[in-house]
C-alpha cells in the first residue's frame, strides 16, 4: 500500500510504459511465451501492467494538484512548469490506455475517444474533490481554533496544528472520512462553544455536492 502511494517523477513514467510495450510485444511475438500454459500468470501480470501504471500515473496526478492547489507561487513561470508535468502526465495515461487496449477488438473509434475523455475528466474530477473535502477538514479544525480563543480552557492549538497536519499527509478517501467526522463529532459536540460551523465549510461542501 506504501508503494502505491509514493508518487513517481512524470518524467519517470516513459520508461515505465516502454518497458511494458516491450514486454507486450515479446509475449506476443513469441510462440512459447504466448501459450504455454505454465507462463500464464505471467502473462496475465504482464497484460494488468498498463492498468497499474494508469493508477501511478493518477497518483502523480494527484500528488501535481495538491503542489498547485497549496502553492502561493502562481507566477508565469511556475504555471508554465505545472502546464509541462501535467502534459506529461496526460501522454504518459494515454500511452496506458493504449497498450491496456491493445488487442480488444471493441476499443476503437470515436466510442473509445469518449470513454477515454471521460475517464480522464472523472479521475480529475475525484482529485478535485478529495483536495475540497480536506480543505472542508481544515476548515472545521480553523472554526474550532477559533471558538478556542474565546475559550481558551477547551483545547490547545498544538492539537489542532497536529490534526491539520494529519490531514493534509492523508491520500486515501476512507482516512480522510474517518478524520472528517471526528472533526465533525468534535466541532459539534462540544458544548455551547462549538454549535456552529464556518461559512466556509458550508461553502466547500456545496462545491462538493
Not at 510485444?25 to 501504471?53: K, Q, S, W, Y
Not at 476512507?174 to 458550508?202: A, D, K, P
Request: with cysteine; proline share 1%.
Amino acid at each position: 500500500n506504501d508503494a502505491k502511494q509514493i508518487a513517481i517523477a512524470p518524467r519517470g513514467f516513459h520508461k515505465f510504459v516502454e518497458d511494458t510495450r516491450r514486454l507486450k510485444e515479446l509475449v506476443r511475438g513469441e510462440e512459447v511465451l504466448n501459450h504455454a500454459v505454465g507462463l500464464g500468470t505471467m502473462r496475465d501480470r504482464i497484460n494488468e501492467l498498463p492498468g497499474a501504471l494508469m493508477g501511478r500515473v493518477e497518483a502523480s496526478l494527484s500528488d501535481l494538484f495538491g503542489r498547485m492547489i497549496h502553492s502561493g507561487e502562481m507566477n508565469a513561470g511556475a504555471f508554465d512548469g505545472y502546464c509541462v508535468e501535467y502534459e506529461t502526465l496526460l501522454n504518459s495515461w494515454l500511452s496506458c490506455c493504449q497498450l491496456r487496449a491493445d488487442g480488444d477488438q471493441n476499443a476503437a473509434g470515436e466510442s473509445r475517444s469518449s470513454s477515454i475523455a471521460a475517464e480522464w475528466s472523472g479521475c480529475i474530477l475525484k482529485i478535485l474533490c478529495f483536495e475540497v473535502s480536506k480543505a472542508s477538514a481544515c476548515s472545521m479544525i480553523d472554526s474550532c481554533f477559533d471558538e478556542r480563543i474565546k475559550a481558551p480552557d477547551s483545547g490547545d492549538r498544538g492539537a489542532l496544528d497536529k490534526l491539520k497536519s494529519q490531514v493534509s499527509q492523508i491520500k486515501e478517501e476512507e482516512g480522510l472520512e474517518s478524520l472528517s467526522h471526528t472533526l465533525l463529532v468534535m466541532r459539534l459536540g462540544g458544548g455551547h462553544h462549538s454549535s456552529g460551523l464556518s461559512s466556509t465549510f458550508f461553502h466547500l461542501s456545496s462545491r462538493l455536492v
